[in-house]
């Protein structure tokens, strides 16, 4: 049996070598990973000595050649290929270890020029690769170092390796090389006349790994699965572990996502209720069970049976308050052994504990995406994520009344609940909790009506809130209906041909306003 080690990352290749060795496995090498194997005492067979052809170009051209590429395509069933194999002096090769030149990781760098781009294509291992992923049958192909451990177990248990590993090991191999190429081409067609990268590649080569299944779709007629980036980022629901509860279903996910986007964004303690993503009941408090307490009491008709995230741990006595309330699935960094015995008797409650970002509670250079996409018929919609956080000193104000230090707390609280409802939006706050939210209603003055309404309903005063609008408000009535219900400050983006009006208006009503200057549409 044969073996061809060629790996740009060495982890765990000299263990594997020795190990091969061991039982009985010819190594053959190149560069400088034979170099390494000699070093270590171990009998490697350099390939120009296989193939009797030096390297040259560089190390450009190396295994490219009939005595590489017919060991590895020649398939042992058929006598005629095992025949030309022998007329020609060439060896089976059993085993490809290959990982590729680090493409990925060179452009990745910040001053990264083409010329250490093009360097950093391989030529020669995905080639390699190739040949011995569709010669599965013959051929175990290694392209990951984590795959080590479980070929050595079978090699050792019955001298082979299964056809179950090596298929495995194949598709594995050609997933990897069409990352690599997706790579290669995201960023070549990204390039700009002046050297420069372009946010939106020519091509785009979205790549993605299934994790699971879902048993349908929005809807049972529709099927459906969840997949995760080739690399997802800290914090995001895709690396969230389930503790218990059923399968999650597609809307599960979906309002999941929504959820925990919207409470990793607070500092302080939080509490995000969701319904049909959009966010039903948000609040900071003192610990989870204040944050819970407050979230609930926004809108409790509509948090039965919906999505609950914590940005801190679930304690016993937060555990005990959200166990009154039907609730489909429960996000935390973290629950305690008492949280958990609690909800073991509510089994279908879905549990998902998820890892907030490194770095804080709200680190917003990870865990979050960098491109939102959406698909349309036939093609997609790209755009730059929504990331940006307001900060006090954006906040500009334009009336004569100018707000308080509390109510400028709220209307950073209001606006960032704003950001995750539905346009059109408007959110009443006060004292770090919604008062009532209007969301995804076709006019502006419609979501101010709901929001007003669904406050009502709960038996909360809006008198003294601050209210947010995802977007400018392009008349004065909505201004006049959450003024009416009791809002004494008002934040928006602007822009607005009617601003004057709009801001007249809110000195006419002795109310402060204050403009963002960014919009926040959420479709």
Known sequence: MNALLSVSDKTGIVELARALDAL????????????????????????????????????????????????????????????????????????????????????????????????????????????????????????????????????????????????????????????????????????????????????????????????????????AALYRDLHPAPGSLVTAQQLQGKELSYNNIADADAGWECVKSFDAPACVIIKHANPCGVAIGRDALDAYSKAFKTDPTSAFGGIIAFNRPVDGAAAQAVSKQFVEVLMAPQFSEEALAIFKAKANVRVLQIALPPGGKTDWDNGRNLMDVKRVGSGLLMQTADNHVLQLADLKVVTKKQPTAEELKDLLFAWTVAKYVKSNAIVFCKGGMTMGVGAGQMSRLDSARIASIKAEHAGLSLKGTVVASDAFFPFRDGLDVVVDAGATCVIQPGGSMRDAEVIAAADERGVAMVFSGVRHFRH
Not at 130 to 157: C, F, G, H, I, M
Request: net charge negative; proline share 4%; aromatic share 6%.
């Open 24 to 223: 009985g496995v010819k190594l053959i090498s190149t560069g400088g990973t034979a170099k390494l194997l000699a070093g270590e005492g171990l009998p490697v067979t350099e390939v120009q000595d296989v193939t009797g052809f030096p390297e040259m170009l560089d190390g450009r051209v190396k295994t490219l050649h009939p005595k590489v590429h017919g060991g590895l395509l020649a398939r042992r069933d058929v006598p005629e290929h095992m025949q030309a194999l022998r007329a020609h002096g060439i060896d089976t090769i059993d085993i490809l270890v290959v990982n590729l030149y680090p493409f990925e990781a060179t452009v990745a760098k910040p001053g990264c020029t083409l010329e250490d781009a093009i360097e950093n294509i391989d030529i020669g291992g995905p080639a390699m690769v190739r040949s011995a992923a569709k010669n599965w049958k013959d051929v175990a192909v290694l392209t990951d170092a984590s795959q080590y451990p479980q070929v050595l177990e079978e090699l050792k248990a019955k001298g082979k390796v299964s056809d179950t590993t090596r298929f495995a090991l194949s598709v594995a191999a050609f997933n990897r090389i069409s990352n690599y190429d997706g790579a290669i081409s995201d960023y070549l067609s990204s390039l700009q006349e002046d050297g420069t990268r372009s946010v939106f590649p020519a091509q785009a080569n979205g790549r993605f790994v299934k994790l699971q299944d879902l048993r349908y779709g929005e809807n049972a007629h529709q099927q």
